[in-house]
């Protein structure tokens, strides 16, 4: 792990960072038994062959920090995955969902956080104690599968991985009486289920 920054000023500034992580199985995703899930109607199969996915990650982000509670942040960011792990539907006539290590993965994208206070922005107290919060990303990602499952779509998106994803809050924080509230709105771009 390395992260690397360059300050312009003291509120503003640009980051590298490289990191490797892991994505471990969880038990019931290697579990060598099957179980009826009544809500997809269907049987769950855990495979005791997955290996742990190895997940490269680089970043580029500039930041700006206008105040103590506010900031801004663009960035590009790269992973590139070894041995990811998807949930695929079997063929037959029953419905059997079970999981497998695609070969690799690549996922880049840009993504961009502002977090603006409304703190002397009227006269109004209840709109001086508003925080508006923002975090969106715009994601693109091609797997690579295995030769012995040349039956299904190697040129697609990785399972479970939105094109986009949005998230906005806003904050009320009363700091003299405790109270505080949000509303939140959070919304993510099409994906896929299960492959097969």
Known sequence: FFNLSYSFSEKSLVRV??????????????????????????????????????IDNVDLRWELYPSSSESISLGVFYKHFKDPIEQYLSPGSNLIYSYTNADFATNYGVEAELRKSLDGATGSNFINRLTFVFNGALIKSKIQLPASLDNLDSDRAMQG????????????????????????????????YAVG
Do not use: C, H, M
């Open 17 to 54: 960072a490289y990191s490797k992580t892991v994505n471990r199985p969880v038990f019931r995703e290697l579990a060598p038994f099957s179980y009826y899930d009544f809500d997809r109607n269907a049987d769950i199969r855990g495979s005791a062959d997955l290996v742990t996915a190895k």
């Open 161 to 192: 991985q939105s094109p986009y994803v949005v998230n906005t809050s806003l904050y009320y924080n009363d700091f003299e009486t405790g109270f505080q509230a949000a509303i939140q709105y959070n919304v993510f771009g099409k994906r896929i």
